[in-house]
C-alpha cells in the first residue's frame, strides 16, 4: 500500500514539475512518514524565493490532498 501512495506522490510531483520548473524550480519526493506527511525538498530558485512558503502550500500540498486524500499534511525538508 505504501508503495502505491508513493507511486502516486511521484506522479502528482511529475503533474506540477513543468510550473516550477518554467521558474527554475523544482520539487523532489523526500519520503512518506508513517503519519502519512509528505515531505519534499524544494529545489532550484523554490529553495531560496520568498514565495517558496506559499507556493509549498497553496500549489503542492493543495494538489497532493486533493489527488490523494490519505496523506495529512506536505512539509518541506532540507537535505544537505
Known amino acids: 500500500m505504501k508503495t502505491q501512495l508513493i507511486d502516486r ?7 506540477l ?3 516550477l520548473e518554467a521558474d527554475n524550480g523544482n520539487v523532489s519526493f523526500v519520503e ?6 509528505v515531505r519534499v525538498q524544494l529545489e532550484g530558485a523554490c ?4 514565495m517558496s512558503s506559499m507556493t509549498l502550500r497553496a ?3 493543495q494538489s497532493l490532498l486533493k489527488a490523494i486524500p490519505e496523506i495529512k499534511g506536505v512539509e518541506a525538508v532540507n537535505q544537505n
Open 9 to 15: 506522490i511521484e506522479e502528482t510531483l511529475a503533474q
Open 17 to 19: 514539475r513543468p510550473y
Open 32 to 37: 512518506l512518514t508513517e503519519d502519512m506527511i
Open 47 to 50: 529553495s531560496s524565493c520568498s
Open 59 to 61: 500549489g503542492i500540498e
